[in-house]
């Protein structure tokens, strides 16, 4: 079974940091297509940041230049460095990949979401 596993989530005062980390579990071949999204309270779930196969990135433009997503393809793990933090950052965080595993001798591909991680903002 694949799964997509996160943590790093918490409670931090505005102006602070936090690092997300998404980890890929199960029988991997590859990870690719990366992203975070966000779902705060009685709104819909929103892209934050993206990362192509080719490695290129797309922000929110609320979070450009605050955030950072980054890839570890060895741990097939995946990050959101958050920096400046606000407290209309405040939401539950949910990572989203492309994933390949290997059955026998056939590439199976999976559009996996992990289970959120709350991010909690005070001001």
């Known amino acids: 079974q694949v799964q997509l596993v996160e943590s790093g989530g918490g409670l931090v005062q505005a102006g602070g940091s936090l690092r997300l980390v998404c980890t890929a579990s199960g029988n991997i071949f590859s990870i690719s297509n990366m992203g975070w999204y966000r779902q705060a309270p009685g709104k819909q779930r929103d892209m934050v940041a993206v990362v192509g196969s080719r490695g290129n990135t797309n922000y929110a433009e609320s979070v450009k230049g605050r955030f950072t997503i980054s890839v570890d393809n060895a741990k097939n793990t995946f990050y959101l460095q958050m920096n400046s933090l606000k407290p209309e950052d405040t939401a539950v965080y949910f990572c989203?990949?492309?994933?390949?595993?290997?059955?026998?001798?056939?590439?199976?591909?999976?559009?996996?979401w992990g289970q959120g991680t709350q991010v909690t903002v005070s001001s």
């Open positions: 989203n990949a492309d994933v390949k595993t290997l059955q026998g001798d056939q590439l199976h591909e999976y559009d996996v």
